[in-house]
């Protein structure tokens, strides 16, 4: 296996969402080539630091003014 | 090395319930829908637009769209993830209307693998983001997935970020589930490639790069 067709599995790889055999060929690919090891192992960091992150949260206050005018428009959309 | 696991919450069993109801002219049930799904709708039309009023109108037109077409939604899709359908298309529309002299399009063509391929491959720090602090840390990551093209960041942020399954996002975006997946690897390689130069195993005595500018 070359790093391209490692590269290409990447996303299939960290999602699971290969077969097992697929999973070994990467997973031998991925002990004896360095490159390969730390583009997984950062773009796995990537992936988790964006989800912890917590950008952009909805203030509490910013919410509930929201709210209130999406669910008045509501009323008189029934209207 | 372990894979990635998902974030994704089994949907509530009184969501259709809700929905009927909301269908029904019950306003009290719409709004629990928008209690549950608001802040999502939020960071996604803000992480598209990357502008916090543009964000703040998509919320309030996503919800009142989905509730005047309620009677459009047939329930062969979850609820949220027909509504983030609505609040995609509402927020790319903001986006092009900021900046008509780019063309803001999920079909737009993507450049040759090339783009994404690693040049940086230096290892990271074990806790990459403890050396910054807070406010630093979210500008870097701000600043980055800025510097993506719509229709990569868009993709990211559902994945990843919102936790819909591929096929939802799919479905979400009017994809195919290959074009999910190709722009899926480019973004997350590029937003890798990019945050190296922040995160990377420094010798001692080094500087850490100045200001969040992750943009290459």
Redesign the interface.
């Given at each position: 296996m070359k790093c391209?067709d490692f590269?290409?599995e990447?996303?299939?790889?960290?999602?699971?969402?290969i077969d097992e055999r697929t999973k070994a060929e990467l997973?031998d690919h991925?002990a004896w080539c360095h490159?390969c090891?730390?583009?997984?192992?950062?773009?796995?960091?990537?992936?988790?630091?964006?989800?912890d992150?917590q950008?952009?949260?909805?203030p509490e206050d910013?919410?509930t003014r929201?709210?209130t005018?999406?669910?008045s428009?509501?009323?008189s959309?029934?209207k | 090395?372990t894979?990635?696991q998902?974030?994704v919450e089994a949907p509530p069993t009184d969501e259709l319930a809700l929905v009927q109801a909301a269908k029904a002219?019950n306003?009290e049930a719409?709004?629990e829908l928008?209690?549950r799904y608001?802040?999502n709708v939020?960071?996604i039309a803000?992480?598209i637009t990357q502008n916090r009023e543009d964000?703040?109108d998509v919320?309030?037109d996503a919800?009142?769209k989905a509730?005047?077409n309620l009677h459009q939604f047939q329930g062969q899709s979850k609820f949220y993830t027909w509504l983030v359908r609505i609040a995609v298309n509402e927020a790319l529309m903001r986006l092009r209307r900021r900046r008509p002299e780019r063309m803001v399009s999920l079909d737009e063509e993507v450049k040759t693998e090339e783009d994404s391929?690693?040049r940086e491959?230096?290892?990271?720090s074990p806790n990459?983001?403890q050396q910054y602090n807070q406010a630093e840390?979210?500008e870097i990551?701000?600043r980055t997935?800025q510097g993506l093209p719509a229709s990569f960041r868009t993709v990211?942020v559902l994945r990843?970020?919102e936790?819909l399954s591929?096929e939802e996002t799919a479905e979400a975006l009017d994809l195919s589930i290959p074009a999910v997946?190709s722009r899926?690897?480019r973004a997350?390689?590029q937003?890798?490639e990019r945050?190296?130069r922040f995160?990377q195993r420094r010798e001692n005595g080094k500087q850490k790069p100045e200001g969040g500018d992750g943009n290459q």
């Open positions: 391209a590269l290409s990447l996303t299939n790889y960290l999602d699971d969402a997973e991925l490159n090891y730390v583009v997984c192992d950062t773009t796995k960091k990537t992936i988790e630091i964006y989800r992150s950008l952009y949260e909805l910013l919410r929201l709210r005018a999406i669910v428009k509501c009323h959309h029934k | 090395m894979t990635i998902p974030k002219g306003v719409f709004e928008v209690r608001d802040r939020f960071r803000q992480h964000a703040e919320v309030q919800f009142l509730y005047s391929l690693p491959v230096a290892d990271w990459p983001e840390l979210r990551l701000t997935i990211f990843d970020v936790g591929t997946k899926l690897l997350r390689l937003l890798r945050l190296s995160f």
